[in-house]
């Protein structure tokens, strides 16, 4: 150290102390964690400790729509039940089901985008093709039409339903990034010392893009708990239990914002808002701690500066080569990308295979 | 074959896979939807099986590939059938009283909160760390409300409270709607509110989208060049930067048109506007299924529509692609 680098920006302290992990996250991702860090606890110990049963209706005359007091902290319902300890419950069954959509889609999404991306052509369109018609078709509709049509419309239909609709954007996200890093060296590597396809794809392909899978995975949770709330809220789901939506169902069905009771209807509301805010910070962060370069920024930032919600497109981030067979660049000719393609290509007469 | 033409054709891919879908779910679903309609209501007849069959489509004679050339006839036709709730009107003719009003609204809605969205991005982006990009969580915040929640906030507090803007319907009791400004004038005044909702509720997304673009694009080594030749930052910001970050921001808008879309349904039903959102879903709650498959196609091809409309500006707004499609 005697010979110290006299022209190092490096600050001093840098070297005295490595702060550790957590202090280094981003301050919006701690932010986002902590929230819904206090969201999983609620929803795990919240209905245990709680007093009361949430279904439990007192039938004490002057406990219908009491404002908060010492014996129930968010006051009750019309009939006398807690809104607290259905809030509790609510949280519990609105995170577990968006947790669930989210493992399920997200799973979904990597299996449909590496295999579009590592096999390629012919299978890379129709693969994408079907990515972008359903995600070109609204969903919300036809979550209504489909659990509209079930008899049964519990937590389990909601969770199929939103999950089979869910991955299409995940998959475009992973797509583009196998893309990006298919030819790389180290996967050249890995064929040449004669991996097999599977663990190529399981270890070196799907290792180096779990920072984009968490996002993907956070944003699926967010979407799964705003349309399950919604569908909830026009009364499409099992009315019986309590979840975030069905609360405000009851609660806007008995007009208890009319009536003056904000306590039974604004938790709940505001319950899906924070946890909502939560993912999205979270998801900030997670961008932020896979690309260097957007730390600095005191705001949200995304893969390659593009904000990516279940909403968006793709940032082209890796152009797609030109290797497609006849019918792969046929498919392609009808993308909105191929208008980024070099006309003086021969359509689908390069074969390059 | 242009690229618009192409798009168009992938759009009728789309169109078909939704008309596919549509045709499949009453015949794929678990259970029976016409056993289910008769234990909904058990003073039905045994006899009524086979008129609600008729209703609902599904006990057509002939094979299944038989019945989908009939369904697309109808669809062609117009023909939804005949609405069960508002017996005995046609699906058709109360669609077409309600779309116009779900159109207006969430179309102007959307558009408005789209281009003020993306000039505050162009802002947050250019003053990046700037005041504006220290409210972004605020605005989370805000994209994090439900839309139907905000909406009966809203409701709660300017309508019931304070009672600046009407409860509920489009327009005033006792008018008869058509070209006449008493008429025009209580429905853009009974629009204010939803569209106030929605414009809230989806600005902060399509800003946080602009300013990450923006964000990347002032990197770019034409901005710095710009701004070292000495350009006014008026023309390096406009010309220079929010030129080239708004096509991915075009992008962005015809894919996330299907999510602004499904929100503002839910938000009707909370000021009862008469738009296809309530209708569709009263239809839900009713089981009220021919209504719900048309709105379904109505709303799906919308969204295409708008797509397509969107891909047309985006030929025209970027110089690259009229190019190539010069050179085609």
């Known amino acids: 150290m005697t010979v110290a680098l006299p022209i190092s920006t490096e600050p001093a302290t840098i070297t005295d102390k490595q702060p550790g992990r957590w202090r280094r996250m981003p301050a919006k991702a701690k932010a986002g964690a902590v929230l819904l860090g206090l969201f999983a606890l609620a929803a795990i110990i919240g209905p245990l400790v709680s007093p009361y049963d949430p279904s439990y209706q007192n039938p004490a005359q002057s406990l219908s729509m009491h404002a908060p007091y010492g014996a129930h902290l968010l006051g009750t319902t019309q009939t006398g039940q807690d809104v607290l300890a259905q809030l509790l419950m609510g949280i519990r069954l609105t995170l577990e089901l968006g947790l669930i959509v989210g493992v399920v889609a997200t799973v979904l999404a990597v299996i449909v985008g590496v295999t579009a991306a590592y096999l390629g052509g012919i299978w890379d369109e129709i693969l994408s093709l079907l990515s972008n018609v359903v995600l070109v078709i609204p969903a919300l509709p036809l979550l209504i039409i489909l659990l509209g049509y079930l008899s049964h419309k519990g937590q389990t239909a909601t969770i199929i339903v939103l999950s089979a609709l869910g991955w299409p954007w995940g998959a475009r996200v992973v797509r583009a990034q196998t893309l990006a890093i298919r030819n790389r060296d180290f996967i050249s590597a890995a064929r040449e010392t004669g991996e097999s396809t599977w663990r190529i794809l399981l270890y070196e392909i799907v290792p180096n893009q779990v920072s984009l899978i968490a996002a993907s995975f956070v944003n699926t949770v967010l979407y799964a708990i705003g349309a399950s709330v919604a569908l909830a809220f026009i009364g499409l789901a099992d009315l019986n239990t309590w979840s975030l939506g069905t609360i405000l169902y009851w609660a806007e069905s008995q007009n208890a914002l009319q009536l003056g009771a904000w306590w039974w209807f604004v938790p709940p509301g505001l319950a899906v808002a924070l946890m909502g805010t939560a993912l999205v910070l979270l998801n900030t962060g997670i961008d932020e701690l896979g690309n260097p370069r957007l730390r600095d920024a005191s705001s949200a930032s995304r893969i390659a500066g593009h904000l990516i919600r279940p909403t968006d497109p793709t940032p082209v981030l890796h152009e797609v080569p030109d290797e497609r067979g006849r019918i792969g660049a046929f498919l392609h000719r009808f993308s909105r990308a191929s208008l980024l393609d070099e006309p003086a290509v021969p359509d689908g007469r390069e074969d390059a295979r | ?328």
């Not at chain 2, 319907?169 to 509110?193: E, K, M, R």
Request: aromatic letters at 12%.
């Open chain 2, 1 to 328: 074959m242009p690229f618009i033409l192409r798009r168009l054709a992938f759009y009728i891919v789309a169109a078909w896979v939704a008309l596919t879908v549509n045709f499949f779910i009453p015949r794929a679903m678990p259970g029976n939807a016409v056993q289910a309609i008769m234990a909904k209501f058990p003073n039905l007849q045994p006899a009524a099986y086979r008129a609600i069959q008729a209703m609902l489509g599904v006990g057509h004679a002939g094979s299944i590939w038989h019945q989908y050339g009939n369904y697309l006839d109808d669809v062609v036709h117009l023909n939804f059938g005949t609405d069960s709730s508002q017996y005995p009107a046609s699906v058709a003719s109360l669609l077409s009283a309600t779309i116009p009003w779900t159109i207006i609204l969430v179309g102007t809605a959307t558009v408005i909160a789209f281009l003020i969205g993306t000039a505050l991005g162009i802002i947050a982006g250019w003053r990046h760390g700037g005041w504006l990009d220290r409210v972004l969580p605020g605005l989370m915040f805000l994209q994090a409300i439900p839309y139907f929640f905000l909406a009966l906030i809203l409701l709660e507090v300017f309508s019931q409270r304070f009672h600046v803007f009407p409860v509920s319907q489009g327009y005033s009791g006792g008018l008869v709607p058509g070209w006449h400004w008493d008429f025009i004038s209580s429905a853009i005044f009974h629009s204010l509110l939803p569209a106030f909702t929605i414009v809230i509720t989806s600005i902060a997304g399509w800003m946080l989208q602009m300013r990450n673009v923006m964000v990347t694009t002032i990197g770019e080594d034409y901005v710095i060049a710009a701004q070292a030749k000495g350009l006014a930052s008026r023309r390096v910001v406009f010309t220079y930067a929010a030129r080239n970050a708004l096509l991915p921001q075009l992008q962005g808008f015809g894919l996330a048109l299907g999510f602004v879309v499904s929100g503002a349904i839910v938000m009707e039903i909370v000021f009862a506007y008469p738009g296809i959102g309530l209708l569709l879903v009263d239809a839900a709650t009713s089981n009220d299924y021919p209504m719900m498959q048309a709105i379904f196609l109505v709303i799906t091809f919308a969204v295409l529509l708008a797509n397509l409309i969107v891909d047309v500006i985006i030929v025209f707004a970027d110089p690259r692609a009229r190019v190539r499609e010069a050179v085609r």
